[in-house]
């Protein structure tokens, strides 16, 4: 066999993954999008492209993208070691930073009509706030829970509160174990929207404190959450409005109190909320978030690596 032999490359076959998308080297798409500082928008839609690229995707991206926009709470989800695996995927913790899931009515809790998901703007996930989603006895555990996004329901009910989390190694939290000593049952038509595994019912199993209603600024009763097997949290309140800005004041206070190390703020999507085609993912039920073929985003990159792919991989 002669040198020249040796070192010519074996040509892609026809149909072949490599062939259709072009990414021979991965380490150029993660300098692509870091240098449009990971828009979530055209990650989605990158993602979208091809069953190559959703791999890379969930392999690699995902993870970027959360490392980059909450690096303290992903070290301290992940035990400091970030490039490990994610219990639920890296793409289901993705997702739960920048969407809101929306809500529907459950047995506990009746809505007039449905609330669509959507990006969110803005989020805000704090230890703080989880520590109030905890009974006492389960006080140990860490839970990160965002602020309630804000759906407005008409002039006769209160705004309806949407509202996220995830559980630090929820697989050995007390959590669980209380929910498996108790024998509370998986709901059965309720799935998790961000990873589609199965729920518990933290207001059947009992395990709803009084201080997550006055977290979220809710009535007492006014206020259902789920936990999945994987250790997502999402739920939904009634917001009763202020009274005074006295209490404003004391939330705030309490805040400032316990520190900075509590809160971990996510930069919001800056273009409108518009949905994604599924973010790379299978998602199902009212988790699913639809939109149109057109790309967003640096559109000449995009565009670049799907019609050009012949050229690149030349």
Partial sequence: MSRNQRLKPNPPSQGSESAESGIFNERVLVLLFETIRWDIHTLCSASSVNRKLRAIAKRLLWREVCLYRAPRMVATLANGMPNGRFCGGWHALAKLMFFCCGFESTRHFKVSQPSPGHFAKASRFSKTSGRSFLAKKCRGDLLYVSDPCEHPTGD??????????????????????????????L???????????????????????????????????????????????HGMCWLVPLSSDEDEGEDEKEE????????????????????????????????KMEMGNSLVGPHEVLVGIHQKSEVLSS
């Fill in 256 to 287: 400032e109190e316990e520190g900075s190390d509590g809160d971990c703020g996510i930069r919001g999507v800056d273009n409108q909320d518009r949905t994604a085609n599924h973010m790379g993912m299978e998602f199902k039920g009212r988790g």
């Fill in 187 to 233: 709901e059965e038509r309720m799935r998790c929207p961000y990873c589609g595994a199965r729920v518990w019912s933290m207001t059947t199993a009992g395990l709803v404190p009084k201080s997550a209603a006055r977290r979220l600024g809710s009535h007492s009763g006014g206020l259902d959450y789920f936990v999945c097997v994987n250790g997502h949290l």
């Fill in 156 to 185: 006769k009910e209160d705004d309806l509160g949407i509202y996220r989390g995830v559980f630090k190694g929820f697989s050995r939290s007390k959590t669980r174990a209380c929910l498996i000593g108790r024998q509370v049952e």
